[in-house]
């Protein structure tokens, strides 16, 4: 059963309440600095702290008159704060508080997709282990190529999440950065150090230099990197879609009791999951060109990403943690049909070791061209005529006067084909 969708905890990192709540803890950080620095009373920072608040509706009802947010935001605060408040926002400006809270959020966010992306690559791991040496046809073109292993697949899915997961953390890192260095970035109010020491005590990087606002090519590579990641999905989403197909059903989506695949055609079992997934993917790439086109802002600072990143954050964060939801489902719960693996594989007559039997004849010294005409007459026999590959190979004479019986039968012997597998394991997941 594919679980349905809950998403209170991402839902709480983009809630208008949790993104005021950051911005009042940038706030305070910025205090208590100061204070440290004895550029406000350590008493007034104590009286802040206390308390600062705020309610939604204050704010909304003060932004109606300002239409400025950051300015209703403090205005509310400093009404719940009395006269103390007059060092709330000191030397700040807006986008420092903003800028620097959202890193905050973000952070917040990527712990979340984090955890999923974590649980996909054990639940991929586990059936990779599990299907490790069921053969299966593998494809070229969407044409019969050579035999693999389901568990290779996994692999290959495994290790590509592997390297999705080592972009992610690097990207979530250039992205968990503050700046606290004022109107166009030259620190006329504040000095780099409170910058330094705030962002410090929030756990996050500072800019080495900024205008006034954080360089929107650390949003880009985020969300790009969400893109990628949504486009793997995809790509394992689209595989399953493939084997799926009725003249394929090798695998499938789970299919639950009492679950309905058509309105018109009762006999349905339609992968919607892995279309939902393909879907949405593609939302991902459209919000990480948005993010790209945000890179550049006029001069020192305006606020045309800003809208932007209030959509595609929130968006693309919830999107691919959602997303790594639906695919770990539909993996850890993959309907894998093996009858139908076999009778695949048998399907085109034994062609699959066409490859194997080219090799064999040319280390026995036949020129590689000549082996390939042998090889391929036969072959187009089987497409041709439906016969079978390994019985005509048998009774070639060119072919047998440099293989004989036993060898023709190692070479289509499937195992022999797989050998490897277990190195290719080793090298992905290491000797445990």
């Known amino acids: 059963m594919i679980p349905r969708y809950t998403r209170p905890e991402m839902e709480r990192v983009w809630s208008e309440e949790n993104k005021f709540r950051k911005w009042l ?30 309610s939604l509706d204050r704010i909304r009802e003060i932004e109606e008159i300002t239409r400025h947010d950051l300015i209703a935001f403090t205005t509310a605060v400093a009404e719940t704060v009395g006269d103390q408040s007059r060092f709330i926002h000191f030397g700040l400006t807006s986008t420092d508080v903003v800028d620097t809270a959202q890193a905050l959020q973000v952070r917040e966010a990527s712990d ?17 282990f599990r299907y490790q040496r069921l053969p ?20 290959v899915w495994y290790s590509e999440l592997d390297r999705d997961l ?3 953390r690097r990207a979530r890192q250039s992205l968990q950065v503050g700046k606290i260095s004022g109107p166009v970035g030259t620190f006329s109010y504040l000095p780099p150090q409170v910058e330094e020491n705030v962002c410090r005590r929030l756990g996050i990087s500072f800019a080495q230099a900024s205008t006034q606002t954080l360089q929107r090519d ?23 879609r493939h084997l799926q197909r009725t003249e394929v059903q090798e695998a499938s989506e789970a299919f639950a009791a009492g679950q309905k695949g058509s309105s018109a055609m009762p006999h349905k079992r339609n992968p919607i999951v ?20 945000n890179i550049p802002l006029w001069h020192e600072r305006d606020i045309s990403h800003s809208s932007v990143e209030r959509v595609i954050l929130p968006d693309s964060t919830t999107l691919a943690h959602y997303l790594t939801i639906k695919l770990s489902s539909v993996i850890q719960n993959l309907e894998v049909n093996e009858r139908q693996m076999e009778t695949n594989l048998q399907l085109t007559g034994g062609l699959i070791f066409s490859g194997a039997l080219l090799l064999a004849l040319t280390r026995k010294g036949v020129l590689r061209e000549r082996a ?25 004479s060119d072919i047998g006067a440099h293989l004989d019986p036993d060898e023709v039968k190692t070479i289509f012997n499937i195992q022999d084909r797989l050998k490897h597998v277990e190195t290719i394991f080793e090298r992905v997941f290491g000797s445990s």
């Open 372 to 396: 390939y005409e042998w090889v391929q007459r036969n072959a187009m026999c089987v497409w041709d005529q439906g016969a079978d590959f390994q019985e005509l190979i048998l009774k070639d």
């Open 218 to 240: 650390r949003h880009a590579e985020y969300l790009c990197t969400l893109a990628i990641l949504g486009s793997s999905y995809d790509k394992i989403a689209t595989e399953i």
């Open 112 to 128: 979340l997709i984090e955890q999923e992306l974590l649980k996909l690559m054990s639940i991929v791991r586990t059936q990779a």
């Open 166 to 168: 080592e972009r992610f």
């Open 274 to 293: 892995c279309e939902q997934i393909s879907g949405l993917s593609r939302v991902l790439r459209g919000n990480a060109l948005s993010s790209l086109e």
């Open 136 to 155: 299966m046809i593998g494809r070229t073109h969407g044409i019969h190529a050579e035999p693999v292993t389901l568990g290779l697949k996994l692999t």
């Open 25 to 54: 803890q940038v706030e305070i950080a910025v205090c208590e600095v100061l204070a440290e620095l004895g550029e406000i009373p350590a008493e007034a920072v104590a009286e802040i702290k206390e308390k600062a608040d705020f």
